[in-house]
């Protein structure tokens, strides 16, 4: 059984330029939700996709946009990037958007660096 | 406004002793309370969790312990081994307010000696 799968797992951009990166939610999930983890910190929530729409917002500007596609797989997009960009980007699926449900798993994360 | 702080950013222990990990938080709003640990180039992975109602619970080598008044928390690895050497990451959520979205400390980097 496939866990989260992110793609690419590293990049390398060029500020002003634009990104997307892609996440394939565990088999069952169907909520994803998206973090951002600079060097020496602690993931920091982005936003979270249910049923193909935004359901909620972290601190994070306009820049970063996402999508949620039928089959539950998820993008994000950062535009005129940033070198605070550079960070390790994590995707998490679970099963619901709220309640209880905690059970987030996890993908290996796409390490995005701007120069 | 960092409101869960890891305030160890790392801890040497040796093989067979424990390790204990400290997490603070300063929104009295949050209600559940997790760990997740995180090797290198790999995501971090669930832990133990503890519910704001409880003050303990346990799971095989690993406890954390909730102090609501101090608003203070605590995971204990015993015995530790070599195998627990990471970066372990606090979070915490506002379950009906914002469901399961996480606010995570900085993290604590755990080496055991062998």
């Known amino acids: 059984d496939a866990g989260v799968t992110q793609s690419p797992t590293h990049l390398i951009k060029t500020r002003g330029q634009q990104v997307t990166l892609r996440c394939s939610p565990k088999?069952?999930?169907?909520?994803v939700s998206w973090y951002q983890q600079a060097l020496g910190q602690g993931p920091q929530f982005i936003f979270q996709?249910?049923?193909?729409?935004?359901?909620q917002r972290g601190n994070f500007p306009d820049r970063f946009s996402g999508h949620q596609f039928p089959n539950y797989s998820s993008e994000l997009n950062v535009n005129a990037l940033l070198l605070g960009d550079s960070a390790l980007y994590l995707c998490?699926?679970?099963?619901?958007?709220?309640?209880?449900?905690?059970?987030?798993?996890f993908g290996s994360g796409t390490r995005l660096t701007v120069v | 406004d960092q409101q869960v702080k890891q305030n160890s950013p790392s801890l040497s222990v040796q093989e067979g002793r424990i390790s204990i990990l400290n997490c603070d938080y300063t929104?009295?709003?949050?209600?559940?309370f997790l760990w997740y640990k995180k090797y290198p180039a790999e995501g971090p992975t669930f832990l133990i969790s503890?519910?704001?109602?409880?003050d303990k619970n346990e799971d095989g080598r690993f406890t954390v312990f909730l102090n609501k008044s101090a608003k203070h928390l605590s995971l204990h690895i015993v015995p530790s081994q070599p195998g627990d050497s990471a970066v372990y990451f606090c979070?915490?959520?506002?379950?009906?307010?914002?469901?399961?979205?996480?606010?995570f400390g900085g993290g604590t980097r755990v080496l055991v000696k062998p």
């Open positions: 998490a699926s679970s099963l619901g958007a709220g309640g209880i449900n905690y059970g987030y798993t």
């Open positions: 088999s069952g999930h169907d909520t």
């Open positions: 996709y249910y049923e193909e729409e935004e359901r």
């Open positions: 929104n009295s709003m949050f209600d559940y």
């Open positions: 503890i519910s704001s109602i409880k």
């Open positions: 979070a915490a959520r506002r379950t009906k307010a914002a469901g399961n979205k996480l606010t």
